[in-house]
């Protein structure tokens, strides 16, 4: 009989990451697993490699068919955490309802089919297993239309799966596995959440069947929180194992019973509920069926938008060896690495996630998620800095970069307390700017030296560190609509600056001033920043004719005969034909310093740098945006306010981070293109980064 496995631990072997899928062949003596891995497509990737047993969790055939049409791979552990709903993805038969993600929502399914995904090319490959799934909405709308062939049905991961009723409209259980029947005893085995409207028929077709007694709830086993109060989001647990949600309306004695009671209105409509009335009078008003009366006991908080503590950020129940593969990551001393590309959706992505915004730390929180959710190079940096064990930046990146990176959600507790540790009242109770923050971020707790050196070409022996750079320049001098890469040169040209040396990151902050004032109604950020014509001592090309280049000229940079907003550099041949024109003869040409080792045969190499993040502002809120892989689409958006839950004084924030591919389009455009952009035509989340980009950070590329 074969034996299936997931690996739960990555290992220093090539070819064996988490999430990945294999079949045992053979145990050695020392007992390790000889396999055989799959890949995305179920063919075989690699043979006889070696795990250790406690790397691995066990899969029957068809668990690991309906995982591997799972992706990415770090995803399939996410799956196989919450045992009870996979089991009855496993069991599902056919006709049996449930609810998947589909595109920005929800919908409510019949499963139709199990479908084999690809073809068997080997033996030993093995096909991937995923569902047909017919949407509840169109089954009637179907049957109606019978003289025309139906259209094929659209096929579901096990991992789209959010949901799964029990025993729904199926009086002849058809087993979607050969040899298997699926019994009809089930329990409901996952939440029914209260969904948008878009769950209406399903909660439909629920209540013919399974709909809860809300006047006969169970009480549930764990004492409520003191905290519960009108306004609180809970959530209630019915003898059907069904969950609904709402807002405490109303606390108090009803008239003939005992003991504190809540008046809940629902977020949606259950039949044996009201308006706000119970036993013939009004405690509060609101839309009918929705108003449920229950036991205070009974009320839990919303697990859905509770703010965790440390203590409560414990993932879903895990199968016993990956439960406790993950106690011995958490509790290794290494930090953890930035977030890769296929980790950061699976870790990140959703409401509760990121960084949780307290007291006006929105500026801290876009600056930290930004510089440690995924950039590599700040993390390089970050690992060479001088820090002692206990210090404030040991605490830091315990508390907010590892807990980021590892369970995807800082509450606003550790933020709080690594301000106050900050030692500055003033970044505890008042709004900063992310560059002050960065300053002492990157100078008190990393004591990093400053990442520019800045030369003048007034004074050759000036020199000026600094850890970003505001970009200075008249508004003039540069088109409506310009990119970092023009801002930059044209600052460069106007302040006669050059690098000393090329800086591993860099932060260059946009020309506005205050919170309110911009200088340009929108700014293109450039994803790739060449940064060689501003090196000193640096080999660069000629203008004209593409040779190395011995000469540099200001003046010219503004010629408009000449492209201008272009450095101009020159060979001793073009500078001295470019500077016999009337009109530039009363230029001042500058040598450009070149080392003397410098060949002047071959290409002149380029220095350039790679957007990784924006940081963004608008009416003293502050946002950011993050490319979090290679790929041109891979960016993220991140609010660390994005919603709230209660009011000002016992409520607090929702962080959001959500992915945002049509940002990397729309830079992906030509440059031509985006100089001429139409802010009124572009998405919303294009609008705000061109509109209300604040600082842009740079990453060296080599």
């Known amino acids: 009989m074969d034996k299936y496995f997931i690996v739960t631990r990555a290992t220093a072997r090539k070819g064996f990451p988490r999430g990945c899928i294999g079949r045992m062949e053979a145990e050695t003596q020392t007992g390790e697993i000889v396999g055989l891995i799959f890949g995305s497509g179920g063919g075989v990737t690699k043979r006889g490699g070696l795990l250790q047993r406690e790397e691995t969790y066990p899969l029957t055939r068809h668990q690991a068919q309906l995982l591997l049409f799972v992706s990415p791979a770090s995803r399939r552990l996410e799956v196989l955490c919450n045992q009870a709903l996979f089991k009855a993805i496993c069991d599902l038969a056919q006709d049996d309802l449930v609810v998947v993600r589909h595109k920005k929502g929800f919908q409510p399914c019949l499963v139709k089919n199990l479908m084999q995904i690809g073809r068997k090319d080997g033996s030993d490959d093995l096909t991937m297993l995923g569902f047909e799934l017919q949407s509840v909405s169109?089954?009637?709308?179907?049957?109606?239309?019978?003289?025309?062939?139906?259209?094929?049905?659209p096929v579901f991961c096990a991992a789209d799966i959010i949901q799964v009723a029990a025993d729904y409209n199926s009086p002849a259980r058809l087993p979607l596995r050969d040899n298997h029947t699926i019994g009809t005893s089930r329990k409901t085995v996952s939440r029914v959440n209260s969904l948008p409207s878009k769950i209406g028929l399903l909660k439909k077709a629920l209540s013919e069947q399974n709909t809860p007694d809300i006047n006969r709830l169970s009480e549930h086993p764990t004492p409520p929180p003191p905290a519960l109060e009108v306004g609180s989001m809970v959530e209630l647990t019915s003898n059907k194992n069904v969950i609904l949600y709402g807002v405490i309306r109303w606390i108090g004695v009803p008239t003939g019973k005992k003991g504190d009671w809540a008046g809940i209105e629902l977020d949606i409509d259950v039949g044996t509920c009201t308006d706000g009335t119970f036993l013939g009078q009004r405690y509060f008003t609101c839309k009918g069926n929705r108003a449920a009366f229950v036991p205070l006991e009974t009320c839990v908080p919303d697990g859905r938008f509770h703010a965790p503590s440390p203590t409560d950020m414990v993932k879903a129940p895990l199968p016993p060896t990956?439960?406790?593969?993950?106690?011995?990551?958490?509790?290794?001393?290494?930090?953890?690495?930035?977030?890769?590309?296929?980790?950061?959706?699976?870790?990140?992505?959703?409401k509760m996630k990121g960084?949780?915004?307290?007291?006006?730390?929105?500026?801290?929180?876009?600056?930290l998620f930004s510089l440690f959710s995924s950039s590599v190079a700040v993390d390089r940096l970050c690992l060479s800095s001088v820090s002692t064990e206990g210090s404030i930046c040991r605490q830091m990146r315990k508390d907010i970069v590892n807990r980021l990176r590892r369970n995807g959600f800082v509450p606003a507790e550790n933020v709080m307390n690594f301000r106050?540790?900050?030692?500055?009242?003033?970044f505890v109770t008042?709004?900063?700017?992310?560059?002050?923050?960065?300053?002492v971020l990157l100078q008190r707790v990393l004591r990093m030296q400053p990442l520019i050196k800045l030369r003048s070409n007034r004074d050759s022996g000036t020199f000026q560190d600094a850890y970003t750079y505001q970009i200075i320049l008249e508004k003039k001098e540069t088109g409506p609509c310009p990119s970092v890469q023009q801002l930059l040169e044209t600052s460069f040209i106007s302040c006669q600056l050059k690098f000393e040396e090329a800086p591993s990151c860099l932060m260059v902050q946009m020309p506005r001033f205050g919170k309110n004032f911009k200088m340009f109604?929108?700014?293109?950020?450039?994803?790739?920043?060449?940064?060689?014509d501003l090196l000193h001592q640096c080999p660069r090309e000629c203008f004209i004719c593409g040779q190395l280049a011995q000469f540099e000229c200001d003046q010219c940079f503004r010629d408009r005969k000449l492209q201008p907003g272009r450095i101009k550099q020159y060979c001793s041949t073009c500078n001295t034909q470019v500077h016999s024109h009337p009109s530039r003869q009363g230029h001042t040409p500058r040598n450009t310093s070149l080392l003397a080792e410098v060949s002047t045969t071959g290409p002149v190499p380029r220095t350039k740098m790679e957007l990784f993040a924006v940081l963004c502002i608008n009416t003293s809120h502050y946002v950011s945006f993050v490319k979090y892989g290679p790929g041109p689409r891979s960016w993220m958006f991140f609010d660390s306010m994005a919603d709230r839950c209660g009011d000002d004084?016992?409520?607090y924030n929702i962080p959001e981070v959500r992915a945002c591919p049509e940002v990397g389009d729309f830079l992906s455009r030509p440059a031509e293109e985006l100089a001429h952009v139409d802010l009124s035509q572009a998405s919303e989340m294009v609008r705000r980064l061109l509109s209300d980009s604040f600082m842009c950070l740079y990453q060296c590329t080599r």
């Open 649 to 651: 004084h016992t409520g």
């Open 521 to 532: 109604p929108c700014i293109i950020p450039s994803t790739e920043l060449d940064i060689t």
């Open 355 to 367: 960084i949780q915004g307290h007291f006006n730390s929105c500026y801290m929180d876009a600056t």
């Open 430 to 439: 008042e709004e900063k700017d992310p560059e002050e923050f960065i300053g």
């Open 138 to 153: 169109t089954q009637s709308a179907d049957q109606k239309v019978s003289s025309k062939k139906p259209a094929p049905l």
């Open 420 to 426: 106050k540790q900050l030692g500055c009242s003033t």
């Open 322 to 350: 990956v439960a406790r593969v993950e106690e011995e990551e958490e509790d290794e001393e290494q930090d953890a690495a930035p977030l890769s590309e296929s980790e950061v959706l699976t870790v990140l992505h959703g």
